[in-house]
């Protein structure tokens, strides 16, 4: 009976393990997208890329089906911060992919070099998500299980 | 001996769920390389690096000892798409690459968007797979356990 | 007795097998950085992004809370290994970075493709260590568990 108890214990151990090593590997970003099979992080740090990364996002959206299926950010540092300057040409689509919950982030160690080069820090559009560097949020998206395309 | 036989049920399961993690992390493409170790993914979304990508394929098929040793697939969108038009100047690499067994995949919404531009769809190098978007297929292949590299 | 023998032995095996999946995903690079828990490495194989490439090294250091906390490789090929040719203006930003424990690396695939095309080789900066294929130690190292970042 001690045994069959202890036995107890060292399978839940192990299954404990085991099924730890699966969430892991398989439910990144279900606080954002419970129901999203694929998690992206699509990096913009290119002034040449930025309608091809909106591009993107909404194909994937489509060839998913829908914004419940896929859970999308986009990360932008050195010269992509441009697309969530509050000016950009880009608003109205940039509006509409969060509406289909895309989250946009903005590197403030980018924005501080631009503050330190140009004297001034350029004005940033209200729905961007800052956070200190670009590159370490990648990193710990990566981490979680995000896969990281730049188109 | 009923507690030996629930013991193996148990086990068995166990085992199971432990070799199926390690299969999922050890063997993606195994019906088109099955000794393949590596399995890569070279993306192509650029006009600049079309010799590049093929250069990087010899060069991965030459350092991991022959063809049947790495899996590779080319897969372009964007203005990588070119490289796979019907008139490219890369023809014969691409045939060559072909007969060591590495896939090219042409994204159908890069055309689509190009037909709608242009008024015409380019023709397309019969040796190409067709995927809808270059991007997913990207996403799911990394899922797989492939490894994208942007050379 | 001897059931319990057996027990033990195939307890072992499974504990073995659960924590060498469990060593493999998380412990990469041990005997760079024994505290890192950030594996990463960045991609340079392009002529633009030299200093943007440094800069993030940099900003990566601070940011994980300085050179202990993370592990990090620059590997050059193609048009990035410019970096590493002896006459550098980025000399004193290497020797720093090297000093910090960061890695760089370069493709000899490229430098003999240069000596090929130019009739010289270049002169390498003596930190840089030379690997055959800048590509393949990137996929040797995403399979170890480092993250690739090309910035």
Redesign the interface.
Known sequence: MK??AR?FG??FA??L??SQ??I??ESPGQEFKPFAE?H?ILQL?DQANHA?VL??AN??IK??GGPDMIDIEIVT??KGVSLLFDESQHQVRIASLVENGVRFYVCQ?TLD?MERTHGSRPKINPVAIKV??G??H??DR??EGY?????
Chains 1, 2, 3 share one sequence.
Not at 147 to 151: A, D, S
């Open positions: 045994i069959k036995n060292s399978w192990v299954l393990a085991v090593l699966a892991a590997a694929k992206v740090s091809v591009d993107t194909n994937l060839n998913y540092f050195g160690n070099t200190q560097a590159v370490a990648i990193i990566v981490d896969t990281l395309i730049r188109p």
